[in-house]
């Protein structure tokens, strides 16, 4: 096989890549050749050459911009409940309202914030996966470039970034309950989207039934819209609970590695 190499760290073979498959451990601090490798006796660990940098600071920035987030979604949604409400002897929502102008200039402030806040969890998760080796030795399964990229993508980021968060809570702090913490702040996005689905189903069945106004329709989005809103205050909550976790388990740890 060409370009095959082994890990000192863990006696594994890996074969191209610049990580080991096994201990994620970098082929530049532990790879060897594989006649190299002792086939008896205790491995040879890998020195950790990380210098641990404090991700307080940007820990901050990241749970303020959720915090500012989840508040404008709150704000929009009571605005789009009051935009989009049919008025009175009307089967359709009056769209011209004293409020429609400003729930339309919400909607940029709505885009510009969300772009902040991925920018600010990714500063803030690339840190911390950086400063994983420094206080545990260990090494994460991404990288900190490759953590900071995952983030900004649309879509893909709803998988990645509870990944990474579930892995540094299990190499910060093995017997935490860090899978629990993620769980929690998932499921309700989760629920919300599902919901959505649902009431997408509901909806097409009895309009093409024509068992239900638009009017009853827009009632439907408006509670659906403020149910959503309210699961994702919860998981925006359970977010700043994480963060204050892995901040809380990363200080300790740098305070016995100092």
């Not at 990241?62 to 949604?77: E, K």
């Not at 490759?146 to 540094?168: C, E, H, K």
């Not at 309210?230 to 740890?253: H, P």
Request: a positive charge; hydrophobic letters at 55%; charged letters at 15%.
């Amino acid at each position: 096989m060409a370009d095959v190499w082994a890990c000192s760290n863990c006696r594994s073979l890996n074969q191209g890549k610049d990580r080991c498959y096994k201990c994620r451990s970098p082929r530049a601090l532990g790879g060897v050749a594989p006649t190299e490798l002792p086939t008896i006796g205790p491995s040879t660990p890998v020195v950790v050459k990380v210098r641990y940098r404090s991700s307080a600071f940007r820990a901050f920035l990241a749970s303020v911009a959720l915090v500012a987030f989840t508040t404008l979604g709150v704000t929009w949604a009571i605005l789009a409940s009051q935009v989009a409400k049919p008025a009175p002897g009307q089967s359709r929502p009056a769209l011209s309202s004293p409020m429609a102008a400003l729930y339309d200039d919400l909607w940029l402030l709505f885009g510009g914030l969300l772009i902040v806040t991925l920018v600010a969890w990714a500063a803030w998760m690339s840190r911390v996966v950086a400063n994983i080796p420094a206080l545990t030795g260990t090494f994460p399964k991404a990288t900190p470039r490759m953590t900071f990229v995952q983030i900004l993508i649309p879509g893909y980021n709803l998988l990645w970034i509870p990944s990474i968060l579930r892995d540094a809570l299990r190499q910060l702090d093995p017997r935490g309950n860090g899978d629990a913490l993620v769980a929690a702040a998932i499921l309700p996005p989760v629920a919300a989207f599902f919901g959505w689905q649902a009431l997408g189903l509901f909806l097409r069945g009895t309009f093409i039934g024509g068992a239900m106004t638009v009017r009853q329709a827009s009632e439907l989005f408006d509670v659906l819209g403020q149910a959503t809103v309210g699961l994702f205050a919860i998981a925006a909550v359970m977010l700043v609970v994480i963060v204050s976790r892995i901040e809380r388990r990363a200080a300790a740890l740098a305070h016995d590695v100092a």
